[in-house]
């Protein structure tokens, strides 16, 4: 049975940091490509960040580059993602997320095989 398990959310004022965590067991990791999706109340959940198997390629959404960056360790079953700079607009449940591809680029929501539960982040002004 696949597990995909988010940590590390929690409470940080404007201009902060935090970094999530995601286990996934019950898969080869290698076969999957991996991002972060988050959703705020009562909008849609949106990419945040994607990363290929390799770990060799990262994308961002416009609206966190170069304040996060996404990454990945195989040997761990792990994948990461270090926010900074936080500000209110990043306050949402974030959801780790596993498709099975080799590409790299933009995840998509429509194209996720797996979901974990999320973990909620959120940034006090």
């Known amino acids: 049975q696949v597990q995909v398990v988010e940590s590390g959310g929690g409470l940080v004022q404007v201009g902060g940091s935090l970094r999530l965590s995601c286990t996934v067991s019950g898969l080869t990791f290698e076969n999957y490509k991996l991002g972060w999706f988050r959703q705020a109340p009562g909008k849609e959940r949106e990419g945040v960040a994607c990363i290929d198997w390799t770990g060799m390629k990262p994308f961002y959404e416009d609206s966190v580059k170069g304040r996060f960056t996404i990454s990945r360790d195989n040997s761990k079953r792990t994948l990461y993602l270090q926010m900074n700079t936080l500000t209110p607009e990043d306050t949402a449940m974030y959801f780790c997320?596993?498709?099975?591809?080799?590409?790299?680029?933009?995840?998509?929501?429509?194209?996720?095989?797996?979901w974990g539960q999320g973990t909620q982040v959120t940034v006090s002004s």
């Open positions: 997320a596993a498709e099975r591809a080799y590409s790299a680029g933009r995840c998509y929501t429509d194209s996720v095989d797996y």
